[in-house]
T-cell receptor, first 114, second 112 residues
Framework: NAGVTQTPKFQVLKTGQSMTLQCAQD?????MSWYRQDPGMGLRLIHY???????DQGEVPNGYNVSRSTTEDFPLRLLSAAPSQTSVYFC?????????????FGPGTRLTVT | GNSVTQMEGPVTLSEEAFLTINCTYT??????LFWYVQYPGEGLQLLLK?????DKGSNKGFEATYRKETTSFHLEKGSVQVSDSAVYFC???????????FGTGTRLKVLA
């Protein structure tokens, strides 16, 4: 049982490049989320999904796309990276309908956009 | 909308000192409340939770009580250790969308 895994751990992009941050969980959780963590601002929700095929925007969705084709995977796409997207990104999963409201977090991806 | 406010850090304590990190929230209805801990270079881990008023969550010597009347969920520990040095986040999850709102985090440093 690996929990929530994220790849890559570190990434450097140039402005305008695109990339996908990968997130996978093996706990059969229906709920998955992406957050960004910036100094002094806590964690802010980017996008979330309540199940395969269903996604919705969070607090800071601009510049990011998501899809959820399977229960296990929830990739986050940056279409055209900007320096303002330099941050640490965390993926999390939970099973609120299964009585587990607590979120399980991945180890994070540290992204730098130059 | 929902919000979480927690005390700013950093908080610096000597080993065996008493810890309180304040957290207050604004929410409609009856959210679930959580404390998470983040050690350097890692993701967040659940420390404790409470799902209804007057519930007390506890784990590893940490405690927090869900106070509806004061909309608070303060984190306490009677005797901190150097290994407790980390960033602590208060969070709520509303009962309709299950979306989380996090506080800005409080860095705790415990000196030997």
């Amino acid at each position: 049982n690996a929990g929530v895994t994220q790849t890559p751990k570190f990434q450097v992009l140039k402005t305008g490049q695109s990339m996908t941050l990968q997130c996978a969980q093996d706990m059969n959780h229906e709920y998955m989320s992406w957050y960004r963590q910036d100094p002094g601002m806590g964690l802010r929700l980017i996008h979330y999904s309540v199940g395969a095929g269903i996604t919705d925007q969070g607090e800071v969705p601009n510049g990011y796309n998501v899809s959820r084709s399977t229960t296990e995977d929830f990739p986050l796409r940056l279409l055209s990276a900007a320096p303002s997207q330099t941050s640490v990104y965390f993926c999390a999963s939970s099973s609120p309908t299964g009585g587990k409201r607590e979120q399980y977090f991945g180890p994070g991806t540290r992204l730098t956009v130059t | 909308g929902n919000s979480v406010t927690q005390m700013e850090g950093p908080v610096t304590l000597s080993e065996e000192a008493f810890l309180t990190i304040n957290c207050t929230y604004t929410a409609t209805g009856y959210p679930s409340l959580f404390w998470y801990v983040q050690y350097p270079g890692e993701g967040l881990q659940l420390l404790l939770k409470a799902t209804k008023a007057d519930d007390k969550g506890s784990n590893k010597g940490f405690e927090a009580t869900y106070r509806k009347e004061t909309t608070s969920f303060h984190l306490e520990k009677g005797s901190v250790q150097v290994s407790d040095s980390a960033v602590y986040f208060c969070a709520l999850s509303d009962n309709l969308t299950y979306k989380y709102i996090f506080g800005t985090g409080t860095r705790l440093k415990v000196l030997a």
